[in-house]
């Protein structure tokens, strides 16, 4: 079962690195500094779940956004700026969207 799902990922979501710079290719990051296809696959698991027990929920509806975004390849990038949101930070939260610095300035706006 774990094979297939791991068939059914986009290539492009097996390699998420977690360190951005403008001279970096994707293909020379290394596997270190991205999260494996088994961490994709617990997360993925991890927000089906949410999605199927929380129906309607706020919760729900961001586990959807997330699973929508690892199906068009935007998984594991924020949707503010485009930089890469760490592996540590998807681990812990796999719904985010933002990376940690648009997630700052969004709770300064609403601070304020």
């Not at 596997?31 to 617990?42: E, F, K, Y």
């Not at 592996?87 to 997630?103: F, G, H, I, M, T």
């Amino acid at each position: 079962m774990v094979i297939n799902r791991l068939q059914n990922l986009p290539a492009s979501l097996l390699l998420l690195p977690i360190k951005k710079t403008k001279n970096l290719n994707k293909k020379d990051v290394n596997m270190s500094d991205s999260l494996s296809a088994q961490q994709l696959l617990r997360i993925r698991s991890k927000l089906e779940t949410v999605v199927n027990d929380q129906a309607g929920s706020r919760q729900a509806d961001s586990a959807a956004a997330a699973l929508q975004r690892m199906r068009s390849g935007e998984y594991g990038y924020c949707v503010e700026c485009g930089e890469e949101i760490s592996a540590a930070r998807l681990a812990a939260k796999p719904d985010v969207a933002l990376c940690v610095d648009c997630q700052a300035l969004k709770d300064e706006e609403e601070d304020a």
